[in-house]
């Protein structure tokens, strides 16, 4: 049983940059695609993010591209998402999450098996 804990959420400003992270415990992340999702006030949760178990596939949503860059270090079992250029829109708890869906199946919330609380990102306009 994988448990994963995300840290680094918080309040800031349009335009800055945050890291969050995921440590995992209970298992070893290398084995798992992993990724992260997000769900704002009122909204469904939604995909951010994902590397595949193999390392080598790194798949972003339209709306995070090229501002956000995610992470995994096998090494320390933790799994990072880097957040440029931070958006209003942005503005959303962030879940860190472990599974091993199939490459078209990456951006489903239900082929990940295991998940984090959350941690809450609040950008200000």
């Known amino acids: 049983q994988v448990q994963l804990q995300e840290s680094g959420g918080g309040l800031v400003q349009a335009g800055e940059t945050l890291r969050l992270s995921c440590a995992a415990s209970g298992g070893t992340l290398g084995s798992y695609t992993v990724g992260w999702f997000r769900q704002a006030p009122g909204k469904e949760r939604e995909f951010v993010a994902a590397i595949r178990s193999n390392g080598g596939t790194f798949i972003y949503a339209d709306s995070v591209k090229g501002r956000f860059t995610i992470y995994k270090d096998n090494a320390k079992n933790t799994l990072d998402l880097q957040m440029n250029s931070l958006k209003p829109e942005d503005t959303a708890v962030y879940y860190c999450?472990?599974?091993?869906?199939?490459?078209?199946?990456?951006?489903?919330?239900?082929?990940?098996?295991?998940w984090g609380p959350g941690t809450q990102v609040t950008v200000s306009s």
């Open positions: 999450a472990a599974g091993r869906p199939i490459l078209s199946a990456i951006k489903t919330e239900s082929m990940y098996y295991y």
